[in-house]
């Protein structure tokens, strides 16, 4: 069942997306008088045809996204002059024919938020929570350094109003660093906080330390090989007890489990509105303790130090052995250890704790969000342009290195993967969310002056009407080759971090 939702919902959230796009083309083209040859659902030779006026329209054996051909729309055919011939017509009938198609994905967007803003849907609460780990040590929260605290509602960033979590992200992420106007509700009292941010070493990205706040524990990832997921605990199960006692923190339950080793727990979770119960036994771990708290488990320290890309106190450590026998003949001796990103100061040890293989995690509280006619369609009209300013400023920051491209760009694969993520686990109105965003994202890339998108045959065709005539052929041509090749290239890098970003890829490898 799980394969079968992660497959459907990338087809049609995908497929759909772009059909859309084609469709506005073919009625840009009915607009302005421009002829569509063929009309596709699906790319391919079609089974199902039906020739309407001068278009066939038809349906192929994998009706996934489609396409529109227009009558003199290749350059090399041969083209009487007529003005249904795509080439053949005025610039701006041509500017138009192209505009509709990213038109269409916008109308879309909007349409579908207009539609779920009327039925109401659930988002991330804006009630934050802030991680004990993060208020002391090495990297205490920004937020908490301000004066937040877990538990406070976000009610505004700047003086704009935030009604969830996704609203707290978009204002911090894109605040370029500068000090924020943070105001939050505790208590009934209304405090406001002046909050600079942190750029995440990760993705880039600017983060105040805070979480969605949240009251179940549930599973956020496992290990491979190691006992949870050998004893068949799985991905987002809500962890309800462990061996009879109530599970209320991630701290709970990696608490209860450390002191396990070789003994047999028993976990109750619920799973798709059933309870079941696992049992399990946590294997023996030597870890490796700064500040009294556990670094990595042994595997994960092991491949940082094969990485080379762990130091102590400034020197690189070349052998996990060495580092671990040096932590066991100088038992509270204080020191700096930096793993990858992330550095820790205080005293070493070496304790024997329970291991699992289970990243336990607090998932979001969510809220209720539903509109009337009027403010519905206002917030889908105002939804969509916030999110293309987001994802234009997203792009400035990449471009200028302020935010990882590597950690922020998505292809068809890790789109697919977070459609499929998005159906199965948080249901129908997130997923059709995520479409209507997805659609406006569409609008933009296709806009976007590259060559072989949009967005550069409107330029040609602007220029064109300007200067009376067209480039010369032998230009665009170049010009379009060139851009052919350089998406080409693009694509092929995208779909690899898209592979690499894959959580079974990352798992083998760490």
């Not at 009327?118 to 990297?139: A, D, F, M």
């Not at 996704?166 to 660093?177: E, M, Y």
């Not at 036994?281 to 080379?308: C, H, N, W």
Request: overall charge neutral; proline content about 4%.
């Amino acid at each position: 069942m799980m394969i079968i939702t992660y497959i459907a919902s990338a087809v049609i959230l995908l497929g759909l997306c772009i059909f859309i796009h084609e469709l506005g083309h073919l009625l840009g083209g009915k607009m302005v008088g421009i002829k569509a040859r063929v009309f596709s659902m699906g790319y391919g030779r079609g089974f199902l045809k039906k020739k309407i006026g001068d278009t066939t329209y038809q349906v192929t054996l994998i009706p996934f996204g489609g396409y529109c051909q227009f009558y003199g729309e290749d350059p090399s055919e041969k083209r009487e002059g007529k003005g249904f011939e795509f080439l053949s017509a005025a610039p701006w009938r041509r500017i138009v024919t192209v505009l509709m198609g990213p038109l269409f994905n916008l109308f879309f967007g909007i349409i579908l938020f207009y539609i779920m803003n009327l039925t109401g849907y659930t988002k991330e609460t804006n009630r934050i929570s802030i991680p004990e780990q993060i208020t002391t040590g090495s990297y205490i929260s920004s937020a908490y350094k301000a004066g937040m605290r877990d538990g406070d509602t976000i009610t505004a960033i700047n003086g704009k109003t935030v009604t969830g979590f996704d609203d707290i992200q978009a204002g911090v992420v894109f605040s370029s660093g500068e000090a924020l106007e943070i105001e939050v509700s505790r208590d009934g009292n209304t405090l406001s906080f002046s909050v600079v941010p942190d750029k995440s070493p990760d993705s880039g990205r600017y983060v105040i330390g805070v979480l969605p706040y949240g009251s179940r524990t549930v599973v956020g990832g496992l290990v491979p090989g190691e006992p949870a997921e050998k004893a068949g605990l799985a991905y987002m199960d809500h962890i309800l007890e462990v061996d009879g006692k109530k599970v209320n923190s991630p701290d709970d339950f990696t608490s209860y489990l450390k002191g396990m080793a070789g003994k047999t727990v028993k976990v109750a979770v619920m799973r798709e509105d059933e309870k079941v119960d696992i049992e399990l036994t946590p294997r023996k771990d030597r870890s490796l303790i700064i500040g009294g708290e556990a670094v990595a488990y042994s595997g994960l320290l092991k491949q940082a130090v094969k990485e080379m890309d762990v130091t102590l106190d400034g020197k690189t450590v070349y052998s996990y052995d060495s580092l671990m026998e040096e932590a066991e003949k100088q038992p509270g001796k204080e020191v700096k250890l930096k793993i990858r990103d992330a550095e820790l100061k205080g005293p070493m040890s070496v304790e024997d704790r329970g291991f699992a293989g289970i990243y336990p995690a607090l998932a979001p509280d969510m809220v209720e969000v539903q509109y009337g006619a009027l403010s519905g369609l206002a917030r889908a009209v105002v939804e969509p342009y916030d999110f293309i300013v987001m994802n234009l400023k997203g792009l400035g920051m990449m471009f200028s290195g302020g935010m990882s491209v590597r950690e922020n760009v998505s292809g068809p694969i890790r789109i697919a993967k977070i459609a499929g993520d998005v159906a199965y686990y948080k249901g129908l109105s997130a997923f059709v969310l995520l479409m209507a965003k997805i659609s406006i994202i569409l609008m933009v890339m296709n806009l976007l002056p590259i060559p072989a998108v949009d967005g550069s045959h409107i330029v040609f065709y602007t220029i064109e009407a300007i200067r009376g005539k067209p480039l010369k052929k032998e230009i665009m041509e170049r010009i379009q080759t060139a851009g052919v090749l350089i998406l080409i290239v693009l694509g092929v890098a995208v779909i690899l971090n898209d592979i690499s970003m894959l959580p079974f890829l990352q798992n083998l490898f760490r």
